[in-house]
């Protein structure tokens, strides 16, 4: 078992109360990342009050192509199915 599995299995977790993400609450940088997987939902929440307070169509095309793209890269992340780099290196 490598050092890097280890480090993730001794570690309790803990989770974020806005949604189910789970990060170590003694490392900053967990808990930074954390709040950065939530970031999507801001954009769309950003996207959507900018949508409905100025009514302009070009805000409507920036959310249809953002939303367009996340569709393309789900389906191309099913499609391709390649194995991470990482994983290689630590022997999971």
Known sequence: MSI????????????????????????????????????????????????ISRRELMCVFMLTGQLLNEAVNAILKEYLRKERPFSKCFNT
């Open 4 to 51: 890097y599995n280890a480090s993730f299995q001794d570690a309790s977790l803990s989770s974020l109360s806005l949604t189910h993400v789970q990060f170590n609450p003694q490392d900053i940088v967990s808990y930074a990342f954390a709040y950065i997987t939530l970031l999507p939902i801001f954009i769309l929440v950003f996207y959507l009050s900018v949508i």
